[in-house]
């Protein structure tokens, strides 16, 4: 835990104001990509401890029982974007701390959430999910949102940008309380291809291969942060692996899915005024 982030480099929105192919390859693909990934929730390798005073958009997604199932990110004052593979038990979304040990944050029920509608398992693309929270959150305390990519982006070969979340430091470590985060470089699509044969559209991959640094099993749905702007959804590693052998990090590119964000929200609003 070695890697410093900059403040600068986590900077976010502040709105502060408070009151595959043939059908044999397809089963091929799908078998493999069962056997050789898992992501959920993964967490902070060979990280540091966040400073308390940036990322303040990360969120805990957990379930009934309060524990941590899944990371996220609030990107207005009622939606938190997360992974499509996180919806089997969340309840509610915490937000406001770094530590989910100290009891002084936002803790809010989930009322619905919305799944990519072709999503279909993780590692076959698609896994992002938006969350609607049963109330907005208050900003200023401890909490802001992160801003989202207006268009399609396209990241540059070994781009830094940072992974966050909680949980798991090695393959077989324990969960942590306090949010870690990471420097990671941005793969091309061609070499990730070369490594991850079917690898599904819409994807960016970020750390592993040939490196130490990474999310790992405790924080799926956490961001991919570069410039400002939460442009991946962690989704998926190489089979519960955390030493990095030479497979990439995959997320979902956000950019690829803003229109669908976009109507997503402006549904919602609809029938909140309609209430």
């Not at 693309?125 to 900003?139: A, H, Q, R, W």
């Not at 949102?145 to 399609?152: F, K, L, T, V, Y």
């Not at 099993?217 to 030493?243: E, I, M, R």
Request: neutral net charge; glycine residues 8%; contains cysteine.
């Amino acid at each position: 835990m070695f890697w410093h982030v900059s403040d600068d480099s986590v900077r976010s929105a502040k709105l502060c104001y408070c009151p595959l192919i043939v059908q044999w390859n397809v089963n091929f693909i799908l078998v493999s990509f069962t056997l050789l990934f898992s992501a959920h929730g993964s967490d902070i390798i060979h990280g540091t401890k966040a400073p308390e005073n940036s990322m303040h958009y990360m969120a805990s997604v957990q379930n009934k029982k309060g524990e941590h199932v899944c990371g996220g990110f609030l990107i207005n004052e009622d939606f938190v974007v997360s992974a499509a593979h996180c919806n089997d038990s969340p309840t509610h979304v915490v937000l406001g701390k770094h530590n989910l040990k100290n009891g002084n944050h936002q803790k809010i029920k989930i009322e619905n959430k919305t799944i990519h509608e072709n999503y279909q398992q993780v590692g076959l693309g698609n896994d992002i999910m938006l969350i609607k929270l049963s109330e907005k959150v208050k900003l200023c305390h401890g909490v802001e949102i992160i801003q989202i990519p207006h268009a399609e982006i396209n990241l540059k070969e070994n781009q830094v940008c940072q992974v966050a979340g909680w949980g798991k430091t090695e393959t077989h470590g324990k969960p942590v309380d306090e949010l870690m985060v990471v420097n990671v470089s941005v793969i091309t699509s061609k070499n990730c291809e070369e490594q991850w044969p079917g690898l599904p559209a819409n994807v960016i991959c970020a750390g592993g291969y040939n490196t130490t640094k990474g999310f790992c099993q405790g924080d799926s749905g956490g961001p991919l942060v570069c410039h400002g702007f939460a442009v991946g959804v962690v989704s998926f590693n190489y089979y519960k692996n955390c030493t990095y052998p030479d497979k990439p990090n995959i997320y979902t590119d956000i950019s690829k899915y803003r229109k669908w964000i976009d109507e997503v929200l402006r549904k919602k609003l609809i029938q909140c005024q309609m209430k």
